[in-house]
Nanobody, 121 residues
Framework: QVQVVESGGGLVQTGGSLRLSCAAS??????????LYWYRQGPGKQREFVAM????????NYADSVKGRFTISRDNTKNTAYLQMDSLNSEDTAVYYC????????????WGQGTQVTVSS
């Protein structure tokens, strides 16, 4: 059974940084062939896209709200994706989710349970 586990969340002050990790196991195919996404869901809000990195690490994409502050990366040797978050503000408070999809999948894929990020002023 595929497992996706996020970690690294916590409480941080405005302007601070956090690094989230997403570890996957028991995948049907090599971790390296999956596109990796980060989403988040803030209090009373719908889940929204944050960032993605392609399977070949040839492309990344970010939501406008995090562009220039967040960096997505992956280490295929460790089956792990990362989200480096800098200059955090209260609007970044949310549960952050990792999602793995084959390039041909428009939706679905494998999701983790999420990790809570709280930014205090």
């Amino acid at each position: 059974q595929v497992q996706v586990v996020e970690s690294g969340g916590g409480l941080v002050q405005t302007g601070g940084s956090l690094r989230l990790s997403c570890a996957a196991s028991a995948l049907s195919f090599s971790f390296s062939v999956y596109n990796l996404y980060w989403y988040r869901q803030g209090p009373g809000k719908q889940r929204e896209f944050v960032a993605m990195i392609t399977s070949g690490e040839t492309s990344t994409n970010y939501a406008d709200s995090v562009k220039g502050r967040f960096t997505i990366s992956r280490d295929n040797t460790k089956n792990t994706a990362y989200l480096q978050m800098d200059s955090l503000n209260s609007e970044d408070t949310a549960v952050y989710y990792c999602n793995l999809r084959m390039p041909a999948w428009q939706s679905g894929g494998y999701w983790g349970q999420g990790t809570q990020v709280t930014v205090s002023s």
